[in-house]
Each structure stands twice: as structure tokens, then as C-alpha cells.
């Protein structure tokens, strides 16, 4: 089923127009199609899925080219990122023209559909900018990284489902909010993975979030959690290319603390309000549950 799906990835990066483009599109990797996945089990049915699937894709991996710039990435899903092996600008121009190309594709689908894909990407765009802002400083507040977690990553899991939803005249408020769950305990994971994994199973560093400024929740669990000189070490560890030894430190007092179970606790906790809402959606319930348990 997916194959459709890609399949209009690259009948959408071809009808660009750019043998270019379609060159530089064909050296990235594919990644996980979370998004897609989510619109095929929703509205499978319809045939404009797939392509609904793809714009929103396409819109990932742009937004994905982008941040890779933004964070000064050199890896991405395991290949070396195209503002790494090209330059900045060069992963500027492509997510641009495959943004714009998800655009003027997705202007043809019903107006409730489109305009929920299109919030989306502001709430996308406003989470990346609180992201950088929030890394500037050392962030202790989970509330305000839950905000900006919901924006940057579970607004356009979200959009995929709902807009699914729209297509097929299915209950849109539920599956807004299973796409909500699933969203942020999707990046709850992708952060607790930062700190548990390494780079060859995740295909980008690891280890790396603290060094770049962002306070996921286990360093904010951590923080609450460590007192006095301890806090006051964590915290001289923000924004610095941490050593063997303080990495161990932090990994050793996130043990202690049990900052990462918490951290999952709180993603399964989401994850049963996302199963709640589409009860007896077997297929939702499996995405769920292979995302939970995923090493990468
Ligand atoms: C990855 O976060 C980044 C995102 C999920 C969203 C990025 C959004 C933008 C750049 C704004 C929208 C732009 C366009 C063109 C639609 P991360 O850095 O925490 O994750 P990572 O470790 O995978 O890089
Ligand atoms: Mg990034």
C-alpha cells in the first residue's frame, strides 16, 4: 500500500519539472512514512489518498531539510545531510520547491482538508522557532516543552489524520486527537532514543540533543529531580560538547532518578489516550504500538 504513496512522491518531484531537484530528491532517504501510513488506515479507501499521503510527505521532508539546516545536522535517517554533502543553500532551495510542490497539489482537495494540512505548517514553523528560542537557555519547564513539542512534531501527525478524517466523513475530532497522542509520545520516544541508543541505530547522533541546547523531557525530569551542585553541574553541561565522562555522569544520575522511565511513562500514557480514541481501530492501535517499541 505504501508503494502508492511512493509512487506519488516521485510523480510529484518529477512534475517539478527539474532534473536537478529530482537528482538531489533521489539522494534522500526515505525515513519511517508515519504521516503517510496514518492517511492510508484512515482513508485508504479514496483514491486521492496516496497523493494526500505524499503532499504531506513531501512537506516532512522539506521541513526535515530545513531543520537539518537550522541545527547544523550532518546526518539525517542514516545518510549524510543534504546541507552536508551540497550546502545550506542548496537544502534551503530544495525544501522550498518541495513545500511549494505539496502546495499547489493540495489547493485541489476539499477546502476542510487542505486548510488542515495548511495549519499545520504553521504550527510547524511556529514549534521550530520556540524549539530554537527555548535552546538558548537551559528550559525546566515541562509545560512550555510539551507546547512546543505538540507544534513542532504532533500538529502534522495530527493534520494527517484529521485530514483523512475530513476525506472519508469520519468522526474528526477522534482521530485528531489519536494523531495528537501519537504524535507527541512519538517525539517523547525520539528523545528518550537520543539519550538510550546510539548513531548507528538511529542514523543521526546520539547523545546530542543537550549539546544542542535542547532540554528534552528525561534532562528536565533530571533537573527537577538533582539538587544543589548536581543541578548546578547538569545545568553548566548545556550547550557543551559533552566528554565521555560527564556523558556517563548524566546517564548515571538519569538512571538514578529514573528520568527516562518517567519520560516513557508519560509517552504511554499518551499513547493509551490516542488508543482510547479510536477504540477498536486495531490497525491505529498497531502503528501505536510499533512506534512504542522502536529503536530508531
Ligand atoms: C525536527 O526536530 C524538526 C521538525 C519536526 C519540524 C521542523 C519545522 C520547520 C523547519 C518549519 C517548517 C518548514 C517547512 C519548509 C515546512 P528535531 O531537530 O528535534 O529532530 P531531529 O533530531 O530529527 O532533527
Ligand atoms: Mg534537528
Known sequence: ?????????????????????????GTLAGGKRLRAKLVLEIAGSDVTAPRLGAIIELI????????DVIDDATLRRGAPSVNATEDSKTAIMLGDALYSKAYSTLVSYDEAVA????????????????DVRMSENFNADADAYMDMLYLKTAALIEASAKAAALMMGKDAEAYALYGKNLGISFQII???????????????????DYEEGKCTLPYIYLSESLQGEERERLLSYHREKLSAENAAWIKAKMKEHKSVERSYALAQKLSDKAVAAVAGDERLVGIIESMMKRSF
Do not use: C, N, Q
Open 1 to 25: 500500500m505504501i508503494e502508492t504513496v511512493e509512487k506519488e512522491i516521485l510523480t510529484l518531484v518529477d512534475e517539478i519539472g527539474y532534473s536537478e531537484i529530482t537528482r538531489l530528491f
Open 60 to 67: 516532512h521532508a522539506a521541513s526535515l531539510l530545513h531543520d
Open 115 to 130: 486548510k488542515t494540512v495548511a495549519d499545520a505548517v504553521t504550527a510547524l514553523s511556529v514549534g521550530e522557532l520556540m
Open 190 to 208: 525520539d528523545d528518550i532514543l537520543d539519550i538510550v541508543s546510539d548513531e548507528a541505530t538511529l542514523g543521526k547522533p546520539a547523545l546530542h
